[in-house]
């Protein structure tokens, strides 16, 4: 007979707020204490800062995903799927398994960090024609088909084709969008040299935003600075402008311009998971609103963090929110841990106050603008800072140590240029990548749960 009584603690979501928050419970709880069991459909830690590398190729997708089970002392149970709605009242979390079968989970303690999705608006064609850039699968998927723009176009007699492959366009000039088009411009620039028919003042990059600036949490100093390298190496940026609508072999931009092309590569923001809104419970722009200590007002034993929460920014006193950034969501898992501890030693919980590092961004090989502490630096010393950073960020020394290999084969021996295939003809635009169609609704949720009931914990 099962007469296990611990607590349960259940948290959703594998990414830097998730793991933050496991590894510091697993560290300061007895086995007896509490059972944690972590809800994730990946089997690793995806360090999305370097994802415009692994587009670029400058680093292999292994090296930035780092195992959940890398240490025999890691004794979470891990559940390999989604959760897909959650019933606050009853206490029970409704996954969808990696083989699709729907369990239900039940818990004492719930911590929620499934992160966000790509934000999209309403523009014609944009989630059937675009690709994202917040997936492992998306960045690897990227790169074989931007190398295979090359292919075809090397391979067409037709002008015009070959004018539309070799033309590209990224949407946002956030630190995501301006790195990816930084990186894969240059994966461009160096390939077409090993394509002796295609002439290179045919490759063009777009990068647009409807802001007025690139990147404008940089200040302008260092802004202009990114966008004087972008310029110089050919990128043509658009300011002030979105696009009005996407085709399969060309782009309208809402300034009117029609380019040809068949890559679009979305990187507009982001939005909380669709899981928060299957809560019923009050949202900031999509994101929970929890309070400074992470709970959700109202419900004992429910947190949230990370992009899918609204944590109030206590370094800052203007009712500001934590921006959506892996240096928050990192430390908020560690602080979350602590808070959900305290709760079940009964002692008192404490706020998450963080003071913002700053920002690096790194535009590839010497290429970089980065403002720790307020030092505004770029060139070189920026790079160094950047790398040196992610590097210290990774969690593993193995993850360190494949990062850095890759680094300094790609100095030494330049980029490769191999298309693997691994995804071809496969369905591989935005909708297809982020499964936000999967979730549940408040009362979809309360249903299941009903007719479930005493059905307990579920075996995936
Ligand atoms: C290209 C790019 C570059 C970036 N660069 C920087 C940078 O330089 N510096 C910086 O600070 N931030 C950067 N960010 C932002 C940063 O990565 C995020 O803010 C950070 O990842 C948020 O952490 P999180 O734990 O909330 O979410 P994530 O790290 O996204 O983790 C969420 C996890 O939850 C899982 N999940 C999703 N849905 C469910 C579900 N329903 N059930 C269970 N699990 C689920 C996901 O698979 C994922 O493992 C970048 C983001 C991108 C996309």
């Not at 994730?40 to 670029?56: D, E, G, I, K, N």
């Not at 917040?134 to 960045?139: D, I, R, S, V």
Request: with cysteine.
């Amino acid at each position: 007979m099962n007469t296990v009584t611990r607590p349960r603690i259940l948290v959703v979501g594998a990414g830097f707020a998730g793991v933050g928050c496991v590894r510091r419970l697993e560290r300061r709880l007895s086995p007896n204490e509490a059972d944690v069991t972590l809800v994730t459909p990946s089997a690793y830690q995806l360090y999305l800062p370097l994802l415009p590398q692994v587009a670029s190729g400058v680093l292999t997708p292994q090296s930035i995903a780092v195992s959940l089970r890398r240490s025999r002392r890691y004794r979470t149970r891990i559940i390999p799927g989604g959760a897909i709605g959650v019933d606050l009242k009853a206490k029970v979390c409704v996954v969808r398994t990696v083989t699709d079968r729907i369990v239900e989970e039940s818990y004492d303690y719930i911590v929620m960090a499934p992160g966000s999705v790509t934000r999209t608006f309403d523009i014609p064609g944009l989630t059937d024609h675009a690709f994202g850039m917040k997936t492992l699968a998306e960045a690897a998927y990227i790169r074989d088909h931007v190398i295979t723009q090359l292919d075809l176009a090397d391979a067409s007699e037709d002008p015009a084709e070959r004018a539309a492959r070799l033309q590209f366009v990224v949407v946002g000039g956030g630190y995501a969008g301006t790195e990816t088009a930084a990186c894969l411009q240059r994966l461009t620039h160096a390939a077409v040299k090993r394509y002796p028919r295609l002439d290179p003042s045919l490759i063009k990059w777009h990068l647009i935003d409807i802001a007025p600036k690139l990147m404008p949490e940089l200040g302008d100093k260092l802004g202009r600075a990114a966008q004087e390298v972008l310029t110089r190496r050919g990128i043509e940026i658009s300011l002030g402008v979105s696009i009005a609508k996407a085709g399969p072999e060309e782009v309208t931009f809402t300034d009117g311009r029609v380019v040809p092309t068949h890559t679009l590569i979305w990187t507009a923001g982001v939005v909380a998971s669709p899981l928060m809104a299957t809560l019923g419970a009050e949202t900031v722009k999509g994101r929970l609103a929890v309070t400074p200590e992470m709970c959700l007002p109202g419900y004992d034993g429910v947190f949230a963090l990370g992009d899918s929460a609204a944590v109030p920014d206590l370094a800052k006193d203007d009712g500001a929110v934590c921006p959506p950034t892996a240096q928050h969501a990192m430390r908020q898992g560690r602080r979350v841990a602590e808070n959900v501890i305290a709760t079940l030693r009964g002692e008192p919980m404490r706020p998450y106050e963080h003071r913002d590092l700053g920002l690096v961004v790194d535009l590839g090989g010497t290429d970089a603008v980065s403002k720790p502490l307020g030092v505004e630096l770029h060139g070189l010393p920026a790079q160094v800072v950047a790398r040196g950073y992610h590097l210290g960020a990774l969690r593993t020394n193995v993850a360190k140590t494949r990062v850095a290999t890759n680094w300094l084969l790609n100095a030494i021996a330049g980029d490769d240029f191999v298309r693997t295939g691994f995804q071809a003809r496969k369905p591989a635009k935005l909708k297809d990548f982020e499964y936000t169609d999967a979730y549940m609704t408040p009362e979809q949720v309360r249903e299941h749960v009903e007719r479930g009931a005493g059905a307990g914990t579920g075996q995936p």
